[in-house]
């Protein structure tokens, strides 16, 4: 049920210059680019700073270049915020069956979970790899290893590969460390070179990539980390905004009318009562992790003093979200031991709640647009099919990110995706822009072109008179 919600609005998101600057970045990796090795552009840097690896870039490249189509792609980071939350699950389950269902239905009516899983982007992989933390640490503190805490050092370098704000989830695996780590099993043999081949993957396209530059993208990153100034004007919102949505990740206290910070205050008073209740024990540790990781990322949101750009800045810790919630309906509604059949109940009733009330909230919190990947090929084969056209196209569609790649439909068509083909200089030119404002002509540097005909979701054919 999960998955078939997580899937619902699959080939509905915007297929814009994000994704096909990622699309190219596979390109990129394939010949060994710089712009391939590492990650995507972090928004609102100049110059620009991109995360620490090619992972979203692999993600989008594959199954476009298995020829299964862009609609695949959306379909693969759906699938894997599915799989990721029915793993977490089950790891959470060996701690307390009825907290792992609770956890499960706060975390299915948490809006940034659908939203996620409602876009096609390879931040969205933050998500499902927040959930391979919240259960490789669960793990851990359930059964000390070390070879459990080598992957989860793993997965946060990973997860570094997707955006550098995924260096909030470091607390987490400094408390699950520190708490384990003196009673954790050794690990030795094969697996330990696994590990330890797995973090110099993480690393090692990210270290050619500055080799070939100079430390080009090292030295962006900390021109930005020296330039951010605490508390600038007007961008302590972010920092405001995480606690907000972490603190309230179902939007009840909103809902209430409470403003951010009583809203904080609420959270705060709630975390130390779940901690009192619990006092050690997996869970214990698991709680103090989530507030210490939800504090953490807001203080890294202060010092960075950016405008909050998007729910992905505060997608990784969501699975931690839910739990001090979790934990207190667990310790306020049951005792100590849970019989079976009560456990099975509660299950019954988190089945029941995600059939009557998770097609809402998947739609609510879905981001609406027109400008899909199969709206946009609708367009174009309708108006150029079969001839040759040159392309004039404006901001979210022009490759501002990478200059040096191809545009959007400039990608559409000269990969095939699409029955127009582009040629430059061509009498006939398709527009795009997002407000779908074109005027009657368009004067280009090789003459005056007349509009034609403007098709939805808002792509215009011009003409140019001899």
Not at 337 to 360: F, M, N, Q, S
Request: glycine share 8%; net charge positive; charged share 10%.
């Amino acid at each position: 049920m999960f998955a078939w919600l997580a899937t619902r609005h699959v080939g509905e998101a915007a297929f814009l210059e994000d994704q096909v600057d990622q699309l190219q970045n596979f390109e990129s990796l394939l010949t060994l680019r710089p712009e391939g090795l590492w990650g995507a552009i972090m928004s609102g840097t100049v110059p620009p700073a991109r995360a620490l690896g090619p992972l979203g870039a692999i993600a989008f490249g594959v199954p476009v270049s298995l020829g299964l189509g862009v609609n695949a792609v959306h379909l693969e980071t759906s699938l894997l915020i599915a799989i990721a939350t029915a793993v977490c699950f089950l790891m959470l389950s060996r701690i307390d069956v009825v907290c792992a269902w609770l956890w499960l239905a706060v975390f299915s009516a948490s809006s940034v979970v659908w939203w996620n899983a409602a876009m096609l982007w390879s931040n969205t992989l933050l998500l499902p790899l927040g959930l391979t933390i919240a259960t490789l640490a669960s793990s851990c503190l359930r059964d000390p290893s070390r070879a459990t805490l080598g992957w989860l050092v793993v997965a946060v370098l990973y997860a570094l590969q997707l955006h550098l704000v995924a260096v909030v989830a470091v607390p987490m695996v400094m408390i699950v460390g520190a708490v384990t780590f003196r009673e954790a099993r050794p690990v030795r043999g094969v697996h330990a070179w696994v590990i330890v081949a797995a973090a110099v993957l993480a690393i090692a396209p990210y270290a050619i990539a500055e080799v070939m530059t100079g430390g080009a993208n090292t030295g962006a990153i900390l021109g930005h980390l020296g330039s951010s100034t605490t508390g600038s004007a007007g961008d302590t919102g972010s920092a405001t905004m995480s606690l907000a949505i972490a603190t309230d990740p179902v939007r009840l206290l909103d809902a209430l009318g409470l403003g951010v910070l009583p809203a904080t205050i609420v959270g705060a008073a709630l975390a130390i009562v779940a901690l009192r209740w619990l006092r050690t024990g997996p869970l214990f540790w698991l709680t103090a992790g989530a507030a210490v990781g939800i504090a953490g990322q807001a203080l890294f949101f202060l010092w960075m003093s950016r405008p909050f750009a998007g729910y992905h800045h505060v997608t990784l810790l969501a699975p931690f979200y839910v739990v001090v919630p979790a934990v207190l309906l667990r310790r306020s509604l049951f005792g100590e031991a849970v019989p079976l059949r009560v456990a099975c109940a509660v299950g019954g009733v988190v089945l029941a709640l995600l059939i009557t009330a998770g097609p809402w909230l998947a739609d609510r919190s879905a981001e609406r647009t027109p400008w899909s990947y199969s709206r946009i090929r609708a367009a174009l084969d309708a108006l150029c099919a079969g001839i040759a056209v040159d392309t004039d196209e404006g901001p979210a569609f022009a490759a501002q990110l990478n200059p040096q790649y191809d545009s959007v439909l400039r990608y559409l068509m000269k990969r095939g995706m699409t029955k127009c083909r582009y040629e430059p200089g061509s009498d006939v030119v398709i527009a795009a822009a997002r407000d779908g404002l074109y005027p009657a002509s368009k004067t280009i540097a090789r003459g005056t072109f007349y509009r034609e005909l403007v098709l939805p979701p808002g792509i215009a054919r011009y003409r140019r008179v001899p």
